[in-house]
């Protein structure tokens, strides 16, 4: 693994399933952000985590959840799918946001129908 | 919440030419970066440049950064094919709750 992995890269869902996007940094970064990108919404933040333990909610973060159990792991569930949630969902991290920029995943791209 | 504006929403542009990509933010900043997005991928770091600096180069890049005009601008030299992407701002304050700007679609054609 080199920089951070999502998982996975595409998925159709069933609306009202549940699901989890995963996201796996190898930097050792404390701090974590999960965005969504939609055409012509540009980047939204859902929720971020500084740290281990910790996490908090960004722009748009109804309908999902995260949890920080260790430094490495930064997972996105949607308990019960919507066709609104049709995104491109990024993870990202930041070794320090003051001095450094985010590394992003490749994404995942997710269809609700 | 920090809010990067991007202009112009897209530009077009000639092999060898250069693109200049316009940001303006709404409150204070310790810093302002500049990504790129290549189409279906994600966001890569291009450069940051801190509120106390005016100017910053990375190769082909420059940057700007104006906080009394709260802008900044990238100037991509001698642009190639491969440069064909979106770029984005974000500005960096205290706040934790980021938001990224819309992008620039820059198009270089051979």
């Known amino acids: 693994i080199a920089g951070i992995t999502q998982a996975p890269t595409s998925q159709i869902l069933a609306a009202g399933r549940r699901m989890t996007l995963r996201c796996t940094q190898d930097?050792?970064?404390?701090?974590m952000y999960w965005y969504r990108q939609d055409l012509g919404l540009g980047l939204r933040l859902i929720h971020y985590s500084n740290t281990a333990g910790t996490t908090g909610k960004g722009e748009v973060p109804d309908g999902y959840s995260v949890s920080r159990a260790n430094t490495d792991d930064f997972p996105l569930t949607l308990a019960s799918a919507v066709p609104s949630q049709t995104s491109v969902y990024f993870c990202?991290?930041?070794?320090?946001?003051?001095?450094?920029?985010?590394?992003f995943g490749s994404g995942t791209r997710l269809t609700v129908v | 919440s920090q809010q990067g504006e991007e202009d112009p929403q897209a530009l077009s542009i000639q092999e060898g030419e250069n693109a200049t990509m316009n940001c303006s933010y709404k409150t204070s900043i310790n810093n302002l970066q500049w990504y790129r997005q290549n189409s279906g991928r994600g966001l890569v770091h291009l450069i940051l440049i801190r509120s106390n600096e005016r100017e910053k180069h990375s190769g082909r890049l420059r940057v700007t950064l104006d906080t009394s005009k709260k802008s900044s601008s990238l100037l991509i030299t001698a642009s190639r094919a491969a440069d064909t992407a979106s770029y984005f701002c974000l500005s960096q304050g205290g706040s934790e709750k980021l938001v990224f700007g819309k992008g620039t679609k820059l198009t270089v054609n051979p």
């Open positions: 990202a991290s930041s070794r320090d946001r003051q001095n450094y920029g985010y590394t």
């Open positions: 930097m050792r970064h404390n701090a």
